[in-house]
């Protein structure tokens, strides 16, 4: 289509077309975050531990290897501490996840939304629907996903779960060789907030991403064991939290994708890190980062304390 304004030709019927013509789908997406899930999948348990090893550190007791955590952090994006939690305060979380997904099952049967003194638990019902929504809500809520993303439940405010009070969370995820690493960055951090997410069976994971551009750390305490790839683990593309060739161009390509802009088909393969861990390890990544979960086998389920550090 083609009009006169003066002596201006314009074509409208010819711009749109290119510009729908460069749109990138979420079709698009998925078969190339396919083929990343290919690679992945392909890697034999001794090509992972290789993986795993040079970002590892045995623990945060020592002045060396709080150095060498800091290190990795400010180099890779991440560092990993196998039994940062102890086989007694594993034990003690592990019980207390099974009463509060005994009560999450029961409720988001009855309810799309089910409120008492001490828990919240939304399905099909949202009432509350941001991120500030749920962690200021002054209790745990436990988010029950739905449709694609069924068998994922998010659960807020977890250290405010009555069942956990007497482990003291928060003093856990503010350890002094810990925060010694985070409260010494550039720009300072300290703990935002404590989650738990659950995954059950889960197929859809989405893609590679970026949470966000910003400085923002989360430590992952694996509360299951995830000691093969049909568990799900979380996997971490390390050095990719620094400005570069690959964030330049993810930004560039979700620009020109509806849904958000923080996408990463572009990944650097040899520089995936799928996390196979015991519970009881702490992963601490960037998250500006680019990460992801795996999608699991049937019945696979995954657990994950998640600290954030704002």
């Known amino acids: 289509m083609k009009f006169k304004l003066g002596n201006i030709e314009i074509r409208i019927g010819r711009a749109n077309a290119k510009k729908k013509e460069g749109k990138i789908s979420s079709k698009d997406l998925t078969s190339i975050y396919d083929d990343h899930l290919e690679h992945v999948m392909k890697l034999t348990v001794e090509e992972i531990h290789s993986r795993l090893s040079p970002v590892t550190v045995n623990n945060l007791d020592s002045q060396e290897n709080l150095k060498k955590a800091a290190e990795l952090l400010k180099r890779e994006g991440i560092f990993i501490v196998p039994n940062f939690l102890d086989e007694a305060t594993v034990a003690c979380v592990q019980k207390a996840n099974e009463v509060l997904f005994s009560k999450v099952n029961e409720f988001s049967g009855k309810a799309g939304f089910y409120e008492d003194d001490s828990l919240v638990v939304q399905s099909k019902e949202v009432r509350l629907k941001t991120y500030s929504d749920f962690v200021n809500y002054g209790k745990p809520v436990a988010c029950v996903r739905q449709d694609e993303d069924f068998g994922m439940v998010d659960v807020f ?11 003291n969370l928060k003093e856990i995820a503010e350890n002094d060789g810990l925060m010694s690493i985070i409260s010494n960055r550039e720009t300072p951090l300290s703990l935002s907030n404590i989650n738990l997410y659950f995954n059950k069976g889960t ?8 949470d966000d551009f910003r400085n923002n750390l989360k430590a ?26 690959y964030r330049k ?47 699991q086998g049937e019945d696979a389920e995954r657990a994950l304390m998640v600290i954030r550090y704002r």
């Open 157 to 167: 405010n977890y250290d405010k779960l009555s069942d956990i009070a007497s482990l």
């Open 203 to 210: 197929k859809s994971r989405g893609g590679f991403h970026y």
């Open 220 to 245: 992952f305490i694996y509360t299951l064991d995830a000691t093969d790839l049909s568990y799900g683990p979380y996997c971490y593309v390390k050095g990719t939290h620094m400005d570069g060739p």
């Open 249 to 295: 161009l993810n930004k560039l390509i979700s620009a020109n994708y509806a849904h958000n802009d923080t996408e990463a088909p572009l990944v650097p393969v040899k520089s995936i890190i799928p996390i196979l861990a015991k519970s009881g390890t702490m992963v601490v990544t960037d998250q500006s980062g680019i990460h992801r979960g795996l999608p």
